[in-house]
């Protein structure tokens, strides 16, 4: 196995594993930070998980691994001792649907691009990391599931739900919380880090561009930003990180149309320019991200 391919697996045991034996639970502390209006955002471990409250109650935007459940309602429960009506995936890896079964079981209806419950329900193997997720079932899938978009009408707002076609995954969804004026994007916006690209469940570096040209077409100056992973952002943020997608997708479909090979690219300076700003994730994740560009070309 190469230096990149070990670095690659050990991301998948962080990121998309619905349960990591290794990870310590016990020493992951669940943050909360106000965002705007009635959003905030919890930092765990896993996906950021966007959270609503109000006078209707509270909803969520993913939510994280299944053994920081009991966390994840104590930290919300600062902020509202409403139920969590309801809980919206983004995608359907680990790291953001692991806690559907603890939630459905109390009563949370899960919400979700339709092809969230196909995978879940099938299983998946994402051979860039050798990992595999074993059919799931029951209240770990959602109930509630659409094609295109859908809204929430909570807590004085509309949350709509827009369907990105084949971007991070062919799954996933941003969610717009209209009067709030922020919008959680799911791991098809990784804030200062390459992204993963699932090109084995669908996804694809134009699916990633148009998914971040499709939201600076709805955000505004004020709006702010929740990526699936890293900090929240502006319209600034987002604009870098698509402006180094297309940047990258075009030196890397140059390349491979004058016949280079995967490894040429890995080697080449494809990435010039953008390792300071979004190298975080390891010394080998940039090559990863590339074998992801150049496989999705």
Do not use: C
């Not at 905030?40 to 909803?59: E, K, R, W």
Request: glycine share 12%.
């Amino acid at each position: 196995m190469s230096k990149w391919t070990t670095a690659a697996a050990m991301m998948a045991s962080i990121y998309l594993a619905p349960h990591v034996a290794a990870q310590d639970w016990d020493a992951v502390e669940i943050k909360t930070e106000p965002v705007n209006g009635n959003i905030y955002v919890l930092f765990g471990a896993g996906g950021n998980i966007g959270v609503s409250v109000g006078d209707d109650g509270v909803y969520i935007v993913d939510d994280q691994f299944a053994p920081l459940t009991e966390k994840i309602r104590t930290a919300i429960s600062a902020l509202s001792d409403k139920p969590i009506r309801f809980a919206i995936n983004t995608h359907f890896h680990g790291d953001h649907t692991g806690g559907n079964e603890n939630l459905g079981k109390e009563g949370t209806v899960i919400v979700a691009h339709d092809n969230v419950r196909i995978r879940m329900a099938s299983g998946s193997f994402i051979k860039a990391f050798n990992n595999r997720t074993p059919p799931q079932e029951g209240f770990a899938l959602p109930v509630v599931t659409f094609n295109d978009q859908a809204g929430l009408h909570l807590n004085g707002e509309q949350a709509r739900m827009h369907h990105v076609e084949n971007a991070h995954t062919d799954g996933d969804s941003i969610v717009h919380f209209e009067g709030s004026d922020v919008i959680h994007m799911g791991d098809t916006f990784f804030m200062g880090r390459f992204p993963f690209i699932d090109v084995d469940s669908g996804g694809s570096v134009d699916g990633v561009i148009a998914a971040a040209s499709k939201v600076l077409g709805i955000a505004g100056e004020s709006t702010r930003i929740i990526p699936g992973h890293g900090a929240v952002t502006d319209r600034t943020g987002l604009t870098s990180y698509r402006d180094m997608l297309v940047a990258v997708r075009g030196r890397v479909a140059a390349m491979k149309s004058d016949g280079a090979s995967l490894e040429d690219v890995q080697a080449s300076d494809a990435l010039d320019g953008y390792l300071e700003d979004f190298g975080a994730g390891g010394d080998d994740w940039p090559k990863a991200f590339l074998s992801f560009v150049y496989n999705s070309l």
